[in-house]
């Protein structure tokens, strides 16, 4: 989720430069500043003047251009007087989302139900059967909540990879007990494990300048991509190191924080075609220092790692049900989150919440009596966690039906505030996203809405199908701090702030489902 990497800048910058909504004083994490100017000063490309005047650049592992920027909705009224006029008109409508949602009977609701659901179904790795038994589940929640054409779709050969044994060790200069976690696919060492000498590098730069040490070694990676960012893979090295002959690779948790917290990851992202694939796991951030600070010493480092998962693939499902639109029921919008998760935490904020954002926000707008004009189609994916395969799959199966969809939305970056709304699309989407949260209020969502042209989420697939998308943007700038460790639980949830984002989210797709005006295809250059 490498954008909300970039989205987190926008937050920091916000918060340092007192945005208009006095809700954001409550957000004061004294590392954040600090975590921005480590970014800067590592080559990330920004400019401002102003909160409103922001922009952020940067590159994906795809090599591609990453854009976000602040939307300018200062001209929206004078540019599209009507619909403007038209989105005024729901004040009401939004006022009742909000007065249920926070203090009305579904005070508390969300919280209540995902602690529920991540209690009893915490692991739902693709390929489990812990996985399979959470979708039906909430498809028996989703018939009780009023769904209709609540299905099943299959989407084979999804990774039913394993975790069995992993274990690290330094050996010398002492003895010390790693924490780590294999990336999910990852390849075996062999039964007893490898116990090999270890090359610590800071940087990609300062690997290749000493690529040809590494045959025969164990590579510890302690950065994490260009600029300090540890979700971007780009100049990660792996292939260089193991072309040269690296035996296996660790690197450092893509993580802001850590309380020996490592991290879960798919190893795919570093594994290249054409490429031997060795063993790679994650460090906590303090074993990759420790490494670190013993290697500049000029100490050497031996290190024993063994990992022996289970690799395989199997069939799973996504989840979708419908609440039928009055009017336009053949025009649908897409409410989206994913129902797997890693085999750590309990997968709460990634991506437990969305389910229950979804399945919720259509019951709100049930109780009152509020059917939207076009269809709500929530859809719950599957393997999401190895790179988007059940949208992808819904995506290629449902092709000659996607000019009828005429926006997806997806929460999948945390709800620990409800900061605003992420979107890509044309001018007028950014109006209507602007003028929604400013009539929820500063009680509900601080007001934010970014426009990025990349996501790092399933919404990625209904942008490159042509979608407009719209993403809920939860993050704080505490999200990496929980994001695929043990600390994905519920003690990091707050039940208020549950309620803000379900208010924020039903408001927004209830709206986007009920217009006159239907929303264009196609995305502004920005």
């Keep these: 989720m490498s954008i909300s990497w970039t989205v987190y800048l926008l937050v920091c910058i916000i918060v340092s430069n007192s945005f208009a909504h006095k809700s954001l004083e409550d957000i004061k994490y004294s590392g954040a500043l600090t975590d921005l100017n480590h970014r800067v000063t590592h080559g990330l490309q920004w400019k401002t003047k102003s909160a409103q005047d922001l922009s952020v650049l940067t590159k994906n592992s795809s ?6 920027v602040v939307f300018n909705a200062t001209q929206c009224p004078s540019l599209f007087p009507s619909l403007h006029s038209e989105v005024a008109s729901y004040q009401k409508a939004v006022d009742q989302i909000v007065a249920t949602t926070l203090n009305g009977i579904f005070k508390g609701a969300t ?11 915490s692991n739902r790795l693709s390929g489990t059967q812990e996985l399979e038994d ?95 960012f540890p979700l971007d893979t780009i100049d990660n090295g792996y292939a260089e190191a193991v072309t040269s002959g690296a035996l296996a690779m660790l690197y450092r948790s893509a993580a802001t924080f850590s309380l020996y917290s490592p991290h879960a990851r798919r190893a795919n992202v570093y594994y290249t075609d054409g490429v031997k694939k060795v063993p790679i796991a994650f460090l906590t ?27 395989g693939t199997k069939s799973s499902r996504n989840l979708i049900g419908d609440i039928v639109g009055r009017e336009k029921p053949e025009e649908v919008i897409v409410v989206a989150g994913h129902m797997d998760s890693w085999d750590v935490g309990q997968g709460a904020q990634d991506d437990g919440f969305a389910i229950y954002l979804a399945l919720l926000g259509t019951n709100v707008l049930k109780s009152l009596n509020f059917i939207p004009r076009r269809t709500i189609r929530t ?35 945390g709800c620990l505030a409800s900061t605003g709304l992420i979107f890509n699309g044309k001018k007028k989407l950014g109006c209507v996203l602007n003028q929604i949260l400013q009539m929820l209020g500063t009680s509900v969502n601080y007001g934010l ?69 239907s929303i264009p295809r196609g995305f502004d250059k920005f």
Aim: some cysteine.
């Design 63 to 68: 090599e591609d251009l990453m854009r976000v």
């Design 111 to 121: 919280f209540g139900n995902l602690s529920e659901f991540v209690d009893n179904f």
């Design 134 to 228: 959470a979708i039906d589940y909430v498809a028996n929640q989703m018939r009780n909540f009023g769904y209709v054409n609540v299905h099943t779709e299959k989407v084979r050969n999804v990774p039913a990879w394993k975790r069995v044994f992993e274990e690290a060790q330094i050996l010398t200069p002492k003895r010390k007990d790693l924490s780590i976690l294999g990336l999910g696919s990852t390849a075996n060492t062999l039964p007893l494990g490898l116990v090999k000498e270890a090359l610590v590098f800071n940087s990609y730069s300062e690997l290749i300048a000493n690529q040809l040490k590494v045959r025969g070694k164990i590579v510890v990676c302690n950065f994490g991509g260009p600029s300090g």
């Design 285 to 311: 951030l303090e074993d990759a220092d420790l490494l670190s600070r013993i290697y500049a010493r000029g100490q050497k480092i031996t290190i024993y790692l063994k990992i022996n998962d289970i690799n």
């Design 379 to 413: 859809a719950l994916w599957t393997a999401e966690e190895y790179g988007y395969l059940g949208s992808s799959a819904y995506i290629k199966s449902h092709r000659s039906e996607l000019d009828k969809v005429k926006v997806a939305l997806e929460a999948d970056y």
């Design 449 to 517: 809405v970014v426009q990025a042209n990349m996501y790092s989420s399933d919404l990625n697939n209904f942008e490159d199908a042509g979608v407009p998308v719209v993403s809920l943007n939860g993050d704080d700038g505490r999200y990496f701090y929980f994001h695929h460790t043990h600390a994905d639980t519920m003690t990091a949830v707050n039940t208020s702030i549950l309620d803000q984002c379900l208010a924020t989210w039903t408001a927004t797709s209830y709206i986007l489902a009920d217009l006159k005006y």
